[in-house]
């Protein structure tokens, strides 16, 4: 299984600024996903973060709220800009594991204020 | 498209009862299923998954869930609960069609009371 570390666990944010969350695993995965969890949610899917090439990103998702950057195969960013109280959610980063089923991290829970 | 559905927002049972928490699923193709458990400030835990195979499959916590080809549902069960498996209960499909991500239900909270 993998291990992924997320950063930062939580923050308070004042509205229009931008915060970067990092995701590291500790093994090299070709695929990393980003989720937010909205309060009382479920996870639905930001982007597809790929190793050499732009983000995939879901409908209801640009790249210009949500960059990602993937700088190699055990690091990802994902930056909410202009923030607003309606970004405050839980953000996660997940990994497929060879078994199929997902690894995630612990989540960053953000606020915007 | 894939999808899951969980019918239940919640669902309440006696500690010691058997539970069972709903899962139907929508795919083209062979499905592959997931539980995940997400506890109170935690993140999202890998309890088990159907692949292929057996149609009753065991996971983690002495939980195990049941393929249904015909009703196309996936529902997780657990013969005895435990005022520790209150949690919020995630089914998820794998879409396998392109891209590999993990589409999730609704989510389905399980107070089990003492």
């Known amino acids: 299984s993998a291990v992924i570390s997320q950063k930062p666990s939580r923050d308070i944010c004042q509205r229009g600024t931008s915060l970067t969350i990092q995701c590291q695993v500790d093994s090299q995965v070709t695929m990393m996903f980003w989720y937010r969890q909205q309060p009382g949610q479920s996870l639905t899917l930001i982007a597809t973060?790929?190793?050499?090439?732009?983000?995939?990103?879901e409908s209801g998702f640009v790249i210009d709220k949500f960059p990602i950057s993937r700088p190699n195969l055990t690091f990802s960013t994902l930056t909410v800009s202009n923030m607003s109280p309606e970004d405050s959610s839980i953000y996660l980063c997940s990994v497929p594991g060879q078994g199929l089923e997902a690894f995630f991290g612990q989540g960053t829970r953000l606020t915007v204020v | 498209a894939q999808s899951v559905a969980q019918p239940e927002d919640q669902v309440n049972v006696a500690e010691g009862n058997p539970l069972t928490v709903k899962c139907t699923y929508s795919?083209?193709?062979?499905?592959?299923l997931f539980w995940y458990v997400q506890y109170p400030n935690r993140g999202l835990q890998f309890l088990l998954k159907?692949?292929?195979?057996?149609?009753l499959v065991k996971g983690s916590y002495g939980f195990e869930a049941e393929f249904n080809k015909s009703q196309t549902s996936f529902h997780l069960k657990k013969p005895s609960a435990l005022v520790s498996d209150s949690a919020l209960y995630f089914c998820a499909v794998r879409d396998h069609t392109g891209g590999f991500k993990t589409i999730f239900g609704a989510g389905t909270r399980l107070f089990v009371k003492a």
């Open positions: 795919v083209s193709g062979n499905p592959y």
């Open positions: 973060a790929n190793q050499g090439s732009e983000a995939t990103y």
């Open positions: 159907y692949i292929t195979g057996d149609n």
